[in-house]
């Protein structure tokens, strides 16, 4: 850190992995429960890329997640396994498959998609407007920085 004060970069690196962490380790827990224990983080945010709109092919689903189709493939399997995914050919194409979430699927998806909402009204609720104006500034900053490190 040219310039920069070392117990901020300290305090950053700490902040910084330690909400890396605790996110992915409250999202584990949200999903957790009786009816969704057999998902795990990776398995959500495949249900999250596939949505509840039109059925998606293989390859948006990927490259949406920043995944290989080989590796996706291998997450796929398994949610249709679990039925919380429905594969289907395409009616004009056969060799298109489309991807699907089935009702177990949804509400599945739905039931993340409240753990997200309630995270983040929780968060707003802790800031006032200007604090939440810097907030999101710096981390648009924050998200570009880490998709240009991702393409190098």
Same mark, same amino acid.
């Not at 902040?15 to 795990?40: H, S």
């Given at each position: 850190?040219?310039?920069?004060?070392?117990?901020?970069?300290?305090?950053?690196?700490?902040?910084?992995? %330690?909400?890396?962490?605790? &996110?992915?380790?409250?999202?584990?827990?949200?999903? &957790?429960?009786?009816?969704?224990?057999?998902?795990?983080?990776?398995?959500?945010?495949?249900?999250?890329?596939?949505? &509840?709109?039109?059925?998606?092919?293989?390859? $948006?689903?990927?490259?949406?997640?920043?995944?290989?189709?080989?590796?996706?493939?291998?997450?796929?399997? $398994?949610?249709?396994?679990?039925?919380?995914?429905?594969?289907?050919?395409?009616?004009?194409?056969?060799?298109?498959?489309?991807?699907?979430?089935?009702?177990?699927?949804?509400?599945?998806?739905?039931?993340? %998609?409240?753990?997200?909402?309630?995270? &983040?009204?929780?968060?707003?609720?802790?800031?006032?407007?200007?604090?939440?104006?810097?907030?999101? %500034?710096?981390? %648009?900053?924050?998200?570009?920085?880490?998709?240009?490190?991702?393409?190098?």
């Amino acid at each position: 850190m040219k310039g920069k004060n070392v117990g901020t970069y300290e305090t950053l690196n700490e902040v910084l992995v %330690k909400l890396f962490r605790d &996110i992915n380790d409250l999202e584990q827990k949200a999903i &957790i429960n009786q009816e969704f224990g057999n998902l795990t983080n990776n398995d959500m945010h495949v249900i999250e890329a596939i949505g &509840i709109g039109t059925p998606k092919n293989m390859s $948006s689903i990927a490259k949406e997640l920043s995944v290989t189709v080989g590796t996706l493939t291998i997450s796929m399997n $398994s949610l249709v396994k679990k039925g919380y995914v429905v594969r289907q050919r395409g009616s004009e194409d056969r060799r298109v498959v489309y991807i699907s979430l089935s009702e177990q699927g949804r509400k599945a998806y739905e039931h993340h %998609k409240k753990f997200h909402e309630q995270m &983040i009204n929780g968060v707003v609720e802790e800031l006032t407007k200007e604090e939440l104006e810097a907030l999101v %500034k710096a981390l %648009k900053k924050l998200n570009s920085w880490f998709r240009s490190f991702e393409e190098h």
